[in-house]
């Protein structure tokens, strides 16, 4: 994106510096800020330079968001499927369904952000229910946390399913049911991705822009690729296109030498170590609540963790890896400590994406190593809490103790805000109001430790601190404008601030009308 220029006045400029400088508006030249002060400064030095000045009216500014986790091709194919996340019984799966397939394009039919413990059965629809019902099509359906996949009799052979796949869901017959954890569920995911046309991923991407901008997003890490996805995604990415926002790609490979020959600097960092609490794939040391005799597992061996992260090291590659159960953040610390003795790299800013049901001592080791933590409030914000999902499958002790973001803060961990969108809405507003409204007081943040989540953390878990995250000269005139400042609103009413305009590099990509 080629820059542009403009000044803003009369505004209340939250700079987000080290200082936390507060202005009164800012001038934008070719893209970057080349002034902040007050508005009498800026005015005449802009009137001076025929450089065009908008009245903010006390309207707020903030440097423009980052959400640094994003399954971005996923989030835009999303609105390809029906909707069943507001489904309240298997019945009323099979009806939003029918209707997708009248209305829907031809093909396999999709649903997503399928959420069983919304359902009256608790329990997805079988391979048997979808089948009866759809004898004729291939049914797909996405579980709201990404984690398992349903799907009917057709779907399951075209697929190619010899059986013994892991993580073949199974009834009372031993018969497969349709809900594929796993491998099982890589392999439908990967083969319904696969299946995807170029345009459709192109089109993907330009939905999730022009969503992102009406946020206030300015740069998306997207976690692209891998085994919950498609490689195919990642072409996208490196075509020389224009786009409206910046996305850091983060490709979920184990590949390294095909990372590098693509000259990238980052692997990972949502590889999986784990599962999800949702499916009861998160590794925990002990069993589940509500099914005692699963505890999770964790998808890699120590031997190959280490190995994995020695050759990433070796080559300055960023990574990290997905972990949310105790067991799997505790592996990914011993791992990542092990391969930092064999190849040290003092600024290799290693994430670790989610840290969700920690150890207050695996709290401790990753301030120790310097771990980056890039989490997502709104999961316990919308998941946890009295009667939660999150309760009902690990119990009130471990529920409560989830998601510990003051901690993460008063031990010093940079941690960074995002969604991982299509899970939660790619909504850094309300991810900033789940921060410092976390169901439980003692896990609160303040206003100003959850903005620099979204914002000048977002940019350093990214190598881009001397860029991006906060209103200073020279960085880029990335901007967000918001109708009401996070300090003054009541704090339950953060999520309801309006983004009222959205700036990329002077640009502006998004106005509210």
Known sequence: MEGESIAFVNGNVIT????????????????KIAMVGNSREIRIVAEGQKVPVEDLQGKTV???????????????????????YQCESVEDVIRTLKREETQGEKGWICGVRLDESRLAEKRPPSLQELTDAFPERGVYLIDRGLHYTVVNQKAYEEIGYQGTEGGIGRNEEEQPDGRMHEAANSMARRYFNDSMTKEQRKKALENVQEEAVKKGITTIHAMEGGEMFSDKDVDVFLEDQETKIDFVLYWDTLEIEKVKKMGLSRIGTDILSDGSIGSRTAAFDEPYEDKGDTCGKLYYTDEFLVE??????????QCGFHAIGQKAIRQILDCYEKA??????????FRIEHFGFCDDRDIQRAAKYGIIISTQPSFSYLRGGEGSVYQIRVGKERERKAYPLQKFVEYGIVTAGGSDSSVTPMDPLLGIHAAVNHPYPEHRVRIDQALRMFTINGAYSAFEEEKKGSIEPGKMGDLVILSDSPYQVHQEKIKDIQVEMTVKEGKIVYKNQ
């Open 16 to 31: 987000m510096d080290q200082q936390d400088t507060r202005a009164e508006g800012l001038l934008i030249r070719q893209g």
């Open 340 to 349: 930092q003795k064999k190849c040290p790299w003092k600024d290799a800013r």
């Open 62 to 84: 903030l440097p423009g968001f980052h959400d640094c986790h994003v399954h971005v091709i996923g989030t835009g194919m999303a609105s390809l499927g029906a909707d069943l």
């Open 308 to 317: 994995f992260m020695e050759k990433a090291f070796k080559d300055h590659l």
